[in-house]
């Protein structure tokens, strides 16, 4: 006798955990008008829970597993939300706020602390040991300076570093001698924490990327263009407050100039006696 056949529905079973995280995602996406996301790679735990407290009262921390966000996303009934997920990987903590997205941005980068350096980790920017004294005694740290090029002097029973060497290049990976001597040094080239990616503005729809401003750098960016604008904008006499100034001492200078270009010969002599 042939047997029935019966169609079989494999049923997931979803924790109730799990139903109460996505709800209250659902709920955090619905409510906050900034979510930012942010590297949590190679984050130690304490430094995380450090971050975590000063942003209190400025952000809702949360780092769900990946499909518990997608699912909340998928269901949180804002269509616009959804260009989030292909930003969603790996090491990633997901930041609500109702604060602007790039003032909470500027505040995680300066939440930052300096770091010591890895063996193999790669350098930002070039690494300098400076000259001047240090706390070092002779002994094997001589020996381990001068296998990085790095030229001493002994002063009063301690190591003096003569001139400034680079012992890691931007891009480059750090050597187990870098590090070990930065290590005795106190030199932190590194800096951690939250590092933000992108963030999304739920009241314009927007999605925000290369979010993780230097603050600093672009001041000092902002200021060379001002420069290079303004001596732009007098060149071809633009006029404004911040220019009307240099305006007017170049017309100055230039009807002196136009003056003496159609004195007559005598009047130039007339006014060579009267200097």
Do not use: W
Not at 137 to 158: F, R, T, W, Y
Not at 243 to 269: D, V
């Amino acid at each position: 006798m042939a047997q029935k056949k019966t169609d079989t529905k494999i049923k997931t079973h979803v924790s109730e955990e799990k139903k109460k995280t996505v709800k209250e995602l659902i709920d955090l996406i619905k409510s906050r008008n900034t979510i930012l996301l942010a590297s949590i790679k190679n984050l130690p735990a304490s430094q995380f829970q450090e971050i975590s407290k000063k942003v209190r009262g400025r952000a809702i921390v949360k780092v769900p597993r990946k499909n518990l966000i997608l699912r909340a996303i998928d269901n949180s009934e804002k269509e616009s939300v959804k260009q989030l997920k292909e930003q969603i990987k790996s090491d990633v903590a997901i930041l609500f706020s109702n604060e602007d997205a790039f003032e909470l941005a500027s505040f995680l980068i300066e939440s930052k602390s300096p770091a010591k350096a890895k063996v193999g980790q790669v350098a930002t920017e070039n690494i300098i040991i400076p000259p001047g004294p240090t706390s070092l005694v002779p002994g094997p740290a001589i020996s381990e300076l001068g296998a990085l090029g790095i030229q001493i002097q002994i002063d009063k029973g301690k190591i003096n570093i003569k001139e400034p060497k680079t012992i890691a290049k931007k891009g480059e990976k750090i050597s187990q001698g870098a590090a070990n001597i930065m290590s005795k040094l106190d030199i932190k080239p590194f800096s951690i924490g939250f590092i933000p990616l992108c963030a999304f503005d739920s009241k314009e729809g927007k999605l925000y990327l290369n979010i993780n401003i230097n603050k600093e750098e672009t001041l000092e960016k902002l200021k060379s263009y001002f420069g290079k604008s303004l001596a732009f904008a007098v060149e071809i006499g633009y006029p404004s407050k911040d220019t009307i100034r240099f305006l007017i001492g170049k017309a100055g200078m230039q009807g002196r100039a136009l003056e003496k270009l159609y004195q007559t010969p005598e009047e130039n002599k007339f006014e060579e006696k009267g200097k």
